[in-house]
């Protein structure tokens, strides 16, 4: 029992009693709804001694204000509660609309969306092509100084491919032996056993190893750089790189490039080695096939263009990876949301660009019958 | 009068740099005990200790009656309802509006009808001194003074009796901090509030703290205003009667 109300004619006596605090809200609500203000001209409310939190102040006041709208005089006995007076001082200014409400559907609503999301593509565009310039000129003048900071270059070498030399060697390998599984498989039917071989040193030279170490290095090393720029965007330091007189593109992105664009390549390189060894285990086992036979059979089947044709698609890729992640990572604004949102999309729009790239290279080589 | 908080030779460490050597103090209810010390000298790793952020590598903390060791999830997290923190630099959600921030510890710890949600966070971020506009703000839109009031809007935001404040007027205006001293020390007549703060404001310390613990040479030494005033420590006498000192106390009449 938080309240006591005697009904005296057209006067409705209240007695607050009890712990009027934030956690009893539910059980003083409860009370006061079901308190009948119908006829009552006087309300006398008896609050002394009663400590009222904001929280159930706010509710007396709701109370007090339904008495008057329905005509009744408030009163109290003594002074009112000091939170009352508290409350109306707080209480100026109208209430602001939210700002996120969700409208139910609208069709003049969908055609905006369709609108503002067309200009912000748009602008995303701009604001891509805007980056590459401002790096352009930063990768221009750090060259011209002399300023290309090998520490850091080394330590993004590190970091992304001395590192991510387990996972890429065990993935290669997977890849090979599901290639050689599914050629075994299929090539067996025609006899033609042994072009297994040319399909797992082909496959994984000209495209499947530097594709995957791509996919991977969107993965682990755009999504890193993502988020590392975009906390940093957050806590205002890149503001205070600027401030400071340090450009933020030279200090933090071309040391990111330069060293993917290192690190790629030569995780191509791994990959490259533990496909074919894989090829050559799995064509051992599964067709008995010597490795002195494997050796021979994929000198055969590569062309001296074969390995370079995959290689030089590597720091391509890189550059794409290491642009994503960097670009998306400094457009974060504001919140820790906006840097969940960039960082996903950093590998996805990575790993888009590798394989629309490696589509276009694939078209490219076929034109040029390599 | 009960203790609200007692901390008990809490030694923390790191690594071999010691940064409470056994730190004691006691703070009563409806006290504002101001905690003051040099930078590094350990303030906030204190709250956070006494939050229950940190582990202590010795000693314990009994909070509003419970020691924090010992204390189960259900129990830890009912006791958190009782309390109300801000952190140095705000530490709002970001993802978050400014009403949507008050009103997330109110759904975790209070039964609220729909409206008395939305009602009595636009409350609590008036309450603060903020206008009404900015409770549909984003923290990245405010400025540094109103995103301390936010902060300190979400501390209040479930009407705790102990509120636990680390710089809450670091960055406002000399207007603003006046406004907070005086609804701070409005919640303790109205509410018997119980405040520890830490502060280097002795515009605050003069106007509202009842008592001072000044954390050196990682110990507490707390004690009246003018007991901490009187202590013959170098630092405690450089911090009250330095330049900056003597302006305030001539100011305050001190």
């Known amino acids: ?370 | 009068m009960a203790a609200v908080l007692e901390v008990r030779g809490v030694v923390n460490r790191f690594g071999s740099q010691v940064v409470h050597a056994g730190v004691d103090m006691t703070v009563e209810e409806g006290e504002i005990f101001g905690i003051i010390g040099g930078s590094g000298s350990g303030k906030s790793v204190l709250l956070r200790t006494i939050l229950g952020l940190r582990h202590p590598n010795a000693g314990g903390v009994r909070l509003l009656g419970h020691e924090l060791g010992s204390l189960g999830a259900t129990e830890l997290h009912a006791l958190k309802a009782r309390y109300g923190v801000t952190f140095q630099a705000g530490a709002l959600f970001t993802a978050l509006t400014v009403r949507q921030n008050v009103q997330l510890p109110m759904l975790e710890h209070l039964q609220l009808s729909a409206p008395a949600l939305e009602q009595l966070a636009l409350l609590r971020v008036q309450l603060v001194g903020l206008p009404a506009e900015a409770a549909e703000k984003y923290p990245a839109q405010l400025s540094g003074g109103m995103i301390k009031r936010a902060a300190l809007a979400r501390a209040l935001a479930i009407d705790p009796p102990l509120l636990l404040l680390d710089e809450p007027t670091s960055g406002l205006d000399p207007i603003g901090a006046a406004a907070f001293d005086e609804l701070i020390l409005y919640l303790r007549r109205e509410l018997k509030l119980t405040v520890v703060m830490i502060t280097h404001d002795l515009d605050t310390i003069y106007r509202i703290c009842s008592r001072v613990g000044v954390l050196v040479d990682g110990r507490m030494i707390s004690d009246s205003l003018e007991g901490i005033e009187g202590n013959p420590h170098p630092w405690i006498q450089s911090y009250f009667h330095g330049p900056r000192g003597h302006a305030r106390a001539a100011r305050h009449g001190a």
């Open chain 1, 1 to 370: 029992m938080y309240l006591a109300a005697r009904r005296d004619a057209e006067q409705l006596n209240l007695t607050l009693s009890g712990d009027w605090r934030a956690p009893q809200f539910a059980a003083i609500d409860a009370e006061l709804s079901a308190l009948s203000l119908s006829g009552v001209r006087r309300l006398r409310v008896s609050a002394q001694q009663q400590q009222l939190d904001i929280t159930c102040a706010w509710l007396l006041q709701e109370l007090l204000g339904r008495a008057r709208s329905g005509g009744a005089a408030v009163e109290f006995e003594g002074a009112a509660p000091a939170a009352l007076a508290l409350l109306e001082r707080c209480r100026s200014g109208a209430p602001p609309t939210p700002a996120d409400g969700s409208e139910w559907f609208d069709p003049a609503h969908a055609v905006e969306d369709i609108g503002r999301h067309a200009v912000r593509g748009a602008r995303g565009i701009a604001e891509g092509i805007r980056f590459v310039g401002r790096l352009s000129l930063a990768l221009v003048h750090a060259v011209a100084r002399g300023r290309l900071r090998p520490i850091s270059i080394v330590r993004h070498v590190y970091d992304t491919g001395v590192t991510a030399v387990p996972i890429v060697s065990l993935i290669a390998f997977l890849i090979s032996v599901i290639l050689a599984y599914m050629g075994a498989q299929q090539l067996r039917k025609f006899g033609a056993d042994i072009f297994v071989v040319d399909l797992v040193t082909v496959g994984v030279l000209r495209e499947l190893g530097v594709l995957l170490t791509a996919i991977i290095m969107a993965g682990r090393s755009g999504s890193a750089y993502a988020a590392e720029l975009g906390a940093m965007q957050l806590n205002e330091e890149v503001d205070a790189l600027s401030a400071i007189g340090a450009e933020p593109i030279e200090v933090l992105v071309l040391p990111r490039l330069f060293g993917l664009v290192i690190a790629l390549p030569l995780l191509t390189l791994v990959a490259d080695l533990i496909g074919l060894t894989g090829g050559a285990l799995l064509c051992h086992v599964l067709l008995n096939m010597p490795v002195q036979q494997y050796l021979q059979r994929a000198q055969g089947a590569i062309a001296s263009t074969t390995f370079w044709v995959g290689v030089i698609k590597a720091p391509v890729f890189a550059v794409l990876v290491a642009l994503s992640g960097c670009y998306c990572g400094l457009a974060v604004r504001g919140s820790s949301r906006e840097l969940g949102r960039l960082t996903t999309q950093a590998v996805v729009q990575a790993i888009f660009f590798v394989i629309l790239v490696d589509a276009l290279f694939a078209a490219v080589f076929m034109e040029l019958d390599i």
